[in-house]
């Protein structure tokens, strides 16, 4: 029987039904047969089976192509603060639960979807909040989400000085948004004098700037494979491709490796790298360079070999569908050109951030290289992103890092 709601609605087509009931959160436009009310642009809608039957409520978008984002499945849910706060501390109880104390330091607290708030982001950086809102209706309601997420986290002794607003992403346009970036005033505090603070990550600080870094400032969701590599490191060389911050060589580095070179096509990321390796005084070990990883490792078959441990991360090859299978000749390239740069019994650390390169077509990548490399594959490990960015089983785009361990036999 069709509840009474105080809320618009819209009835949507069968595919989008079986989506919802399978656990996707989305409505395409193509998806909308109809809508009832007044519905406002990032305001709330009910959506409706073909029969009326309710099938949840969420933000609506009327310019981007995901034109309902759901946010509660429950047609007894009131959106109030209430409702915020029960969602809010829910969110940050599930970190608590299943991460270290010390890993709470810097963790990711609000990933979207799977915490089933669309389109908002949080990462936590020691003592600062990192913002990315990505949808309109999260945009229209993150003047009461925010400050309520700052007081729990304080009344569960985190020392926030303040939040940051990283919503220079491109797909704000998308959402009818503007690109900006700046400090997201909590009511009755002076906005915090600095965008830099110090995190430490397996034992490792780093200096984060929420302003100025990558996304959200510093990457989380390898904390644990950091960790993976840094306890197969010890007495080895280390090549560490794609460094960015120099993570994986530092935790590298720490494990007790011999020697670790870290490089990057960018040379603000290697000098961030280098300071990192400062930072921690492990200048003596980590060797930060400028280089093109995919003009480096064929150079480096000319050279004696050097390194009994490689190590890839790059950045996402393929943020669509329609380029994942040319990425796929990038990953192949490193892949292939690594196996022939290590020796029998070296080991190999490769990933892919892009939900597009789907984990078969990246396993049949691997194969194919090693194949072509000449080489078997031992698998040490299978890994994925970190537990504060949870895989919501049913949402594809929650299920995006594939990281592998190998030892080359």
């Not at 809508?35 to 933000?59: C, H, I, M, S, W």
């Amino acid at each position: 029987m069709k509840a009474e709601r105080a809320y618009p609605s819209v009835t949507v087509t069968p595919k989008a039904e079986v989506a919802i009931l399978r656990g996707h959160p989305w409505v395409y436009d193509a998806e909308v047969l109809s809508a009832a009310g007044t519905p406002e642009n990032g305001g709330l809608v009910d959506v409706l089976g073909r029969k009326g039957q309710y099938l949840g409520t969420g933000f609506l978008s009327m310019e981007s192509k995901i034109r309902v984002r759901l946010l509660s499945r429950n047609a007894n849910d009131r959106f109030d603060a209430a409702f915020w706060e029960r969602k809010l501390r829910w969110a940050w109880e599930y970190r608590k639960t299943v991460m270290d104390p010390a890993d709470l330091d810097a963790c990711r607290v609000i990933f979207g979807e799977a915490d089933m708030f669309p389109g908002l982001t949080v990462d936590k950086f020691h003592d600062l909040l990192s913002v990315q809102v990505l949808s309109v209706g999260m945009e229209r309601v993150k003047e009461r989400v925010l400050p309520l997420l700052v007081q729990i986290l304080r009344e569960d002794g985190q020392a926030i000085r303040g939040v940051f607003e990283r919503n220079d992403a491109a797909l704000r346009e998308k959402e009818g948004l503007e690109a900006y970036k700046g400090w997201f005033p909590l009511p009755g505090e002076a906005v915090p004098e600095s965008p830099l603070t110090e995190i430490t990550e397996n034992g490792v600080r780093y200096l984060v700037d929420v302003e100025n870094g990558q996304k959200t400032g510093f990457f989380l969701d390898q904390k644990y494979n950091r960790r993976a590599v840094k306890r197969l490191a010890k007495g080895r060389t280390v090549l560490d491709c794609f460094t960015h911050t120099g993570s994986f060589a530092l935790n590298a580095a720490l494990g007790g490796a011999k020697h670790v070179d870290a490089v990057d096509v960018s040379a603000s990321a290697v000098e961030m790298a280098r300071s990192n390796a400062e930072r921690n005084g492990l200048g003596g070990v980590v060797q930060c360079a400028v280089a093109n990883v995919f003009e480096l490792l064929p150079a480096l078959e000319k050279e004696p070999a050097k390194y009994d441990f490689i190590i890839l991360d790059p950045p996402a090859f393929t943020k669509s569908r329609k380029t994942a299978a040319s990425a796929m000749t990038g990953y192949k390239e490193i892949n292939y050109r690594a196996m022939r740069l290590l020796p029998r019994g070296g080991y190999l650390a490769t990933c892919s951030c892009s939900h597009f390169a789907e984990e078969e077509r990246f396993r049949a990548m691997l194969q194919s290289a090693a194949k072509d490399a000449g080489v078997r594959l031992r698998q040490i490990e299978a890994r994925q992103q970190s537990c504060d960015h949870p895989v919501l089983w049913g949402v594809e785009e929650t299920n995006y890092l594939k990281f592998y361990l190998f030892q080359v036999v």
